[in-house]
């Protein structure tokens, strides 16, 4: 105890003093400051929604007593604060309203306050972030919707999608409908995430159109909207224009000018496409016909006609695809044609040439065909059929296609060339003109013992009325036209372009040739006493050269125009062809031009004629539409010529970017009278696949689609089919392909 408190007793003043100094020292008074807080630390805001506080406080230290100045910084475009600046009594809070208009984008940010007072300065900050207001989406299912006059759609599904947890009802009421279609309901209420269907039903009386419906959804100051696009079939009472013969008219114009619903719009690879596929038994050569209003087991339908080279005769549904009815032609123990070693017609032939349809003649209705086959024996047949619409039967017994005609050339036997069928196929679409049903028949590759044989037969009786060779004292002169048909006009004259074979350059008083051979020729027929017979024709300087090269004019077929006014008033009737010696011919038809066998083709008595218009042969037919010529050859573009003063012009207003492989396309135009005008044209050869295009016929160069632009082949149907012809009505285009017929139109999403 004594050895502790003895250096304790032993401190010396000086000691004390240190240690009170330094005492003195630890216990100074802090100096006067602040701290500043801002409360909440985090806000969230929503635009156009009331503002929210934010409370700012100085909190002071070392008893500090002064004012202190606040501002604030970082505030993003559109969102305020109100007021923008502070002055706080330490310990005494104030309140910031910060709020976001309506334009505010969404998005973090920092707000940050700071205090000042004299040297002294502090800061806080608020994490702000502006939120999106709650909102909905609207949206419909499918998107394109297609109803036929007298039937309902498919349901539309209505959905509203709730955003930025909206909550609440969405009234949605449907407006743009077109005349005779009704929405049931025609309003509805939804919750979101639960789709309402709406069903659309068109009246009997409704026209074809196509149309956008809007959905417009409401719910408070939100609005939204979903567009449908709806395509309506005009009933078959009053749908588009019948296609009975081939190129839609006895013109041969190629032009269907009936069509509402595919327009330049359209008609492109995300709103069109191959829609279905009709599976057939065999190669479709002819074009398909088409019927409204057609009464098949108590039910009207649109119905789509075609036939096989397997000698099967099909009726579709043209609105759903269905089949009606299949009928094979052939006889008992027959079988189609084999292709006599040509690949012009193969592997199979029997049914070649397009129909052709008299809904009058009958109790429903009749179409006309020609069916080739081969019997057990090996011998060949071409029968002459009349068929029931409704039921595919034939309404009379078929008649068997026999003939013969005076003359001395191929295949005559005591004065009369006689029809012998096997060389012959009947290719070119028939023609039904004044009550008789006309054919024209060709050969097979130009093999064998043939001449140019042009038969009418009597639509009532189905028994022959008009035989007529144009190379009886010859041979060879067939009728192929590379499936085209003879044509006709108002007064009952016919037209037809006549392949190689003997022309007689020895001419009689009339400037006909002296033997009545017309080979390599462009004829008019007329019946003459009931008897029919060429009235004209026209056929080049060379033509006998022409002919023993194979470079004929029959390769291609014609077109009829519409009257043409010339600068004068002076009205022209004119047809128009081409074949493979690549010139195209515009022919007076009261005046065809004849024979001038002066070596100058400027000597050619016709009316005009473009010398090597076509880069190779041709192998098709033109198309007319808006006072324009569309025509394309073998390996080359298609091209628009303008008729101007009752000519055509001689260079081209418009090509195509696409030069078109062996055999070249027919084309054929839609168009809502002369507006929406689509030049359609097929790229069908035989060893490729093969692709539609469409093309904006006020310009060639402007292609809307092609089959090819789709993605993962969706519009694609196969191999070419040579000598195809697209047929477009009611907003579908029809093609014919090796196994069936490939349908385009307007997508169903």
Not at 65 to 84: D, K, R
Not at 624 to 642: E, I, Q, T
Not at 704 to 716: Q, T
Request: hydrophobic share 35%; proline share 6%.
């Amino acid at each position: 105890m004594g050895s502790f408190t003895r250096p304790y007793l032993a401190c010396s003043v000086l000691a004390l003093c240190f240690v009170f100094v330094s005492c003195s020292g630890s216990n100074s008074k802090p100096a006067a400051d602040f701290g500043l807080t801002s409360n909440p630390g985090t806000l969230t805001l929503i635009p156009g929604s009331a503002p929210q506080q934010i409370t700012v406080n100085a909190m002071p230290s070392g008893g500090f007593m002064g004012s202190v100045s606040v501002t604030v910084s970082g505030l993003p475009a559109g969102v305020t604060a109100q007021p923008s600046s502070l002055t706080l009594t330490p310990g005494m809070p104030q309140s910031v309203s910060v709020s976001a208009a309506s334009s505010a984008m969404g998005g973090n940010s920092t707000l940050t306050f700071t205090g000042t007072s004299g040297s002294l300065s502090h800061t806080s900050s608020v994490a702000l972030t502006i939120s999106p207001p709650p909102d909905f989406s609207l949206s419909i299912a499918p998107a394109t919707v297609t109803v036929t006059a007298g039937a309902s759609s498919s349901s539309v599904n209505v959905t509203a999608t709730a955003l930025n947890a909206f909550a609440g009802n969405i009234a949605v009421s449907i407006s743009g409908l077109p005349n005779g279609i009704t929405a049931a309901p025609s309003t509805l209420t939804l919750t979101t995430g639960t789709p309402q269907s709406v069903s659309l039903s068109a009246a009997v009386t409704a026209q074809a159109s196509a149309s956008t419906v809007t959905f417009s959804g409401t719910a408070g100051s939100l609005a939204h909207s979903a567009i449908l696009a709806l395509n309506v079939l005009g009933s078959p009472v009053t749908n588009a224009a019948d296609v009975t013969t081939y190129h839609y008219d006895t013109a041969r114009t190629g032009l269907n000018s009936t069509e509402t619903i595919l327009t330049i719009a359209n008609v492109n690879s995300s709103q069109f496409g191959k829609v279905a596929f009709y599976s057939m038994d065999g190669k479709v050569d002819a074009q398909p016909l088409y019927l409204a209003n057609v009464s098949i087991g108590g039910k009207l339908h649109n119905v789509i006609y075609t036939g096989t080279e397997h000698g099967t005769l099909y009726a579709f549904d043209a609105d759903n695809g269905t089949q009606l009815w299949q009928t094979s032609l052939l006889g008992a123990n027959e079988t189609p044609s084999d292709d006599h070693g040509c690949s012009q017609i193969s592997p199979e032939i029997g049914i070649s040439a397009t129909p052709v349809i008299d809904r009058k003649q009958g109790p429903h209705g009749t179409l006309f065909t020609v069916v080739t086959s081969k019997d057990a024996n090996g011998g060949y047949h071409h029968r002459f059929h009349s068929i029931d619409l409704t039921t595919g039967s034939d309404t009379q017994n078929p008649t068997e296609v026999t003939a013969s005609f005076p003359g001395t050339g191929q295949n005559s036997q005591g004065g009369n060339v006689v029809f012998d069928p096997a060389p012959y196929a009947e290719r070119a679409a028939l023609l039904l003109s004044n009550g008789t049903v006309y054919t024209g028949w060709t050969s097979h590759c130009d093999h064998g013992a043939y001449t140019g044989w042009i038969m009418g037969y009597s639509e009532s009786t189905l028994q022959q009325t008009q035989v007529l060779n144009v190379t009886p004292n010859g041979t060879m002169g067939s009728v192929w036209m590379s499936g085209n048909g003879i044509a006709a006009d108002s007064n009952g004259s016919l037209y037809v372009l006549v392949a190689n074979g003997t022309f007689d350059t020895s001419l009689d008083g009339n400037a006909f040739p002296a033997n009545g051979d017309f080979g390599n020729a462009m004829l008019r027929l007329s019946l003459v006493n009931g008897k029919l017979m060429v009235a004209d024709y026209f056929t080049m300087y060379n033509t006998q050269s022409e002919s023993s090269q194979d470079v004929d004019l029959g390769s291609g077929g014609p077109l009829l125009l519409p009257d043409q006014a010339d600068s004068h008033g002076v009205v022209h009737r004119l047809i128009v062809g081409a074949g493979k010696d690549r010139n195209i011919y515009l022919a007076d038809r009261d005046n065809l031009g004849k024979f001038n066998p002066s070596t100058n083709p400027a000597d050619n008595n016709i009316y005009q004629e473009l010398v090597g218009a076509n880069l190779g042969m041709s192998f098709s037919s033109a198309a007319y539409f808006n006072g324009v010529l569309y025509s394309a050859a073998d390996g080359d573009a298609l091209k628009a010529y303008p008729m101007v003063d009752a000519k055509m012009s001689t260079t081209p207003s418009s090509v195509s970017a696409t030069k078109f492989l062996h055999p070249g396309p027919t084309p054929t135009v839609s168009a809502n009278g002369t507006q929406n005008g689509i030049v359609w044209a097929l790229d069908s050869n035989t060893g490729q696949p093969a692709v539609l295009h469409a093309y904006d016929a006020t310009n060639l160069a402007r292609e809307i689609y092609n089959s090819n632009e789709a993605p993962n082949g969706r519009d694609s149907f196969g191999k070419g089919n040579k000598f195809i012809t697209p047929m477009v009505i009611n907003g579908k285009v029809y093609v014919g392909t090796p196994t069936g017929v490939a349908v385009f139109g307007l997508l169903s999403q």
